[in-house]
């Protein structure tokens, strides 16, 4: 056994194909180290300090690599080229549901995964289009108006403290289930954040916690069954979110006569209609991808607004002086103020909300990567005596880019851990050896496709908040941002403002 042991670790240090790459020796003999973090919620903090002692590329496990530099975007993600072959997302990192061919997997299973995604996607895609968004601007508009509503309710008009955290998490979710379902949650009205916020952060935390339960041998032919292996409180949040989209879509489809929300064009019959079962994983993850993701963003910039009175003055004043009342802040005309776009473009890269790795799978006949070439995995042979016969088990190699890590890397940034708006905005003296490394929205095939309605949020939201409200500088250090955990997403920790609703005197005349 001693002697299967050493010839195992030596294979890993000197002769697996991966073995040239730089990293900590520990992490490429075994996967446990990078689950360990995984589980816990710190891989993303990790990555950043794996890549700022080994440089642009880590084995962070036996099979896999992480990239930081701003060329691998477009080789680890590309797009899809008809007749090309591009690399496909490791399902696993989702435990196997979540993403729209995930989700098929388990019910679709004649059909291919490549195909079935871009279906999917073009489908969702269509709610989500720039134009569609215009088109939802009075709603967004109306939420944007009741944040400030519950707030001032909130603080009863007086200075006082509000959790920006939870008010954010409140207004993203009400926009979503009202886009999505047409059906209001009414948190800003309440002030109470809905059960379902809760559960979205369960279902979040149960992906990466998925994954490494299916990666233990034979628990992958368990299915979805694996699902019962979560501990009972993720577990339980992870269903709560399910039913809840679900009955939502259910109840939704009793009224065809509904305005044009997403489960309309989820349903839309005109070409490649959905099942019912992917209208409801579609409606799924909407609401799951598109709402804590600017929630923490806009919670993150408020955070760095809050600690730099000088940055923060300045976006107030852009914003206050270039409108002559709240009314005017129209999407259009937001997106043209150059301060607040370079604010929400820095708060992207220091806090990129889908902050973790999300490791594609090298393809047969294997891949270039930054001029190397990689093997599509490593074969190794099962002899079996009884069975007269050789089998052999593929450990795939898998390609990624951690976030977090590629947009605080010293060899992307000056000083990245500042948060420094002028990085992204023309003739400010400031330039940075790799910006491209930052791609929040990600790459490809698979990249976002929710980035118009986030935009659109993030730009309201910010504007409205910093046009009624005088945000108190407050001293803080990093401990804030520390306390958030990543699992696929951040999970964020209260973050308590003081604030002024605005006094009459600054308004303009
Ligand atoms: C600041 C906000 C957001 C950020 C930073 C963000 C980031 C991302 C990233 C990085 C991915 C790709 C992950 C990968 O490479 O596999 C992604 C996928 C996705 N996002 Fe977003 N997202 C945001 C907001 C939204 C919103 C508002 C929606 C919808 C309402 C949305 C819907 C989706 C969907 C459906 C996918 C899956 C696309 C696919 O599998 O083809 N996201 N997002």
């Not at 047409?182 to 059960?195: D, V």
């Not at 949040?237 to 939704?252: C, G, I, P, S, T």
């Not at 294997?366 to 599509?376: K, V």
Request: aromatic share 12%; with cysteine; glycine share 6%.
């Amino acid at each position: 056994m001693k002697q299967i042991v050493i010839a195992y670790v030596q294979y890993q240090l000197y002769f697996h194909p991966l073995s040239k790459y730089p990293g900590p020796k520990l992490w490429a003999i075994t996967k446990i180290l990078y689950n360990w973090h995984t589980l816990r919620g710190t891989a993303a903090a990790r990555f950043c300090e794996l890549h700022s002692k080994y440089g642009d590329v880590v084995r962070f496990a036996p099979n896999s690599l992480s990239y930081t530099a701003p060329e691998a975007w477009g080789e680890v993600q590309g797009p899809y080229v008809e007749g090309k072959k591009h690399m496909e997302m490791d399902m696993a990192i989702f435990g196997g549901k979540f993403t729209m061919t995930g989700a098929l997997q388990m019910q679709v299973n004649t059909t291919s995964v490549g195909e079935d995604h871009r279906r999917l996607r073009a489908r969702l895609m269509r709610p989500l289009s720039a134009k569609a968004v215009a088109s939802q601007e009075r709603i967004l508009a109306q939420y944007a108006s009741d944040f400030i509503t519950g707030l001032l309710k909130e603080l009863n008009h007086e200075p006082g403290t509000a959790d920006m955290a939870k008010w954010f998490s409140m207004a993203t979710f009400d926009v979503t289930s009202d886009l999505t379902f047409g059906k209001p949650f009414g948190c800003l009205q309440t002030g109470e954040e809905h059960r379902w916020i809760a559960a979205v952060f369960g279902a979040f935390k149960a992906l990466p916690i998925l994954r490494v339960i299916r990666e233990a041998p034979g628990v992958t032919i368990l299915g979805h069954f694996a699902l019962h292996m979560l501990p009972q409180s993720v577990k339980q949040k992870w269903y709560d979110h399910f039913d809840y989209a679900f009955n939502l879509v259910e109840e939704r489809l009793k009224d065809p006569q509904k305005r044009k929300d997403f489960v309309y064009y989820l349903t839309d019959t005109t070409e490649n209609q959905l099942s019912r079962d992917e209208i409801k994983e579609g409606a799924a993850q909407i609401v799951m991808a598109g709402s804590e993701p600017v929630a923490m963003l806009l919670t993150g910039i408020v955070f760095y607004l809050s600690r730099d009175p000088e940055m923060c003055q300045r976006l107030t004043s852009e914003i206050r002086s270039s409108f002559a009342k709240r009314e005017d802040m129209t999407l259009a005309r937001l997106s043209e103020l150059l301060y607040l776009n370079a604010v929400i473009r820095e708060g992207l890269r220091i806090l990129p909300p889908a902050a973790d790795i999300f490791p594609r799978i090298i393809p047969p006949d294997g891949e270039y990567i930054m001029g190397d070439f990689l093997p599509a995995g490593v074969r190794y042979e099962i002899s079996d005596a009884d069975m007269a016969a050789n089998s052999f088990m593929l450990e795939q190699t898998h390609v990624g880019i951690p976030t977090l890590a590629a947009s605080h890397s010293t060899r992307n940034f000056n000083q990245p851990g500042r948060f420094i708006p002028e990085r992204w905005m023309d003739g400010q003296g400031w330039t940075d050896p790799g910006m491209k490394a930052s791609q929040p929205f990600g790459q490809g095939h698979r990249s976002c496709i929710g980035k118009n309605l986030a935009y659109a949020e993030l730009r309201l939201f910010l504007a409205y908040f910093l046009w009624e409200f005088d945000l108190m500088p407050v001293p803080r250090d990093e401990e804030w941002t520390q306390r958030c955990r990543v699992w696929v997403g951040w999970e964020k920790v209260p973050l308590p403002c003081p604030l002024s609703p605005r006094q009459a005197e600054t308004s303009p005349s």
